[in-house]
């Protein structure tokens, strides 16, 4: 089985910064896309950025320019670097990877569990 864990969420002020970082563990051949999304209260969830095996990434336009996606493929994490955090960025982020788990396999998508970041104004 392939398992998510999430760290770094928390409770910041408006302007400030939070790192998220995404751990996958288990039997893991390779990596193909990762990705964070977040869910607001009563809203839907939205792709805040995502990035490729190639390290093409893409964002959200509301956080392009504050948000940063990273990947380490020998490490099996993704991260999200958040810069000048708004009160709107208030959600439950989650990890999101593309894995193929054995060279036979086809991929399937992995869903960490949550992390709450919460931004006060």
């Known amino acids: 089985q392939v398992q998510l864990v999430e760290s770094g969420g928390g409770s910041v002020q408006a302007g400030g910064s939070l790192r998220l970082s995404c751990a996958a563990s288990?039997?893991?051949?390779?990596?193909?896309?990762m990705a964070w999304y977040r869910q607001a209260p009563g809203n839907e969830r939205d792709l805040v950025a995502i990035?490729?095996?190639?390290?093409?990434?893409d964002y959200l336009a509301s956080v392009k320019g504050r948000f940063t996606i990273s990947r380490e493929n020998a490490k099996n994490t993704v991260s999200l670097q958040m810069n000048n955090l708004k009160p709107d960025d208030t959600a439950v982020y989650y990890c999101?990877?593309?894995?193929?788990?054995?060279?036979?396999?086809?991929?399937?998508?992995?869903w960490g569990q949550g992390t709450q970041v919460t931004v006060s104004s």
């Open positions: 990035i490729s095996s190639d390290g093409s990434t």
């Open positions: 288990g039997t893991i051949f390779s990596f193909d896309t």
């Open positions: 999101v990877v593309n894995i193929k788990r054995r060279w036979s396999d086809p991929s399937s998508i992995y």
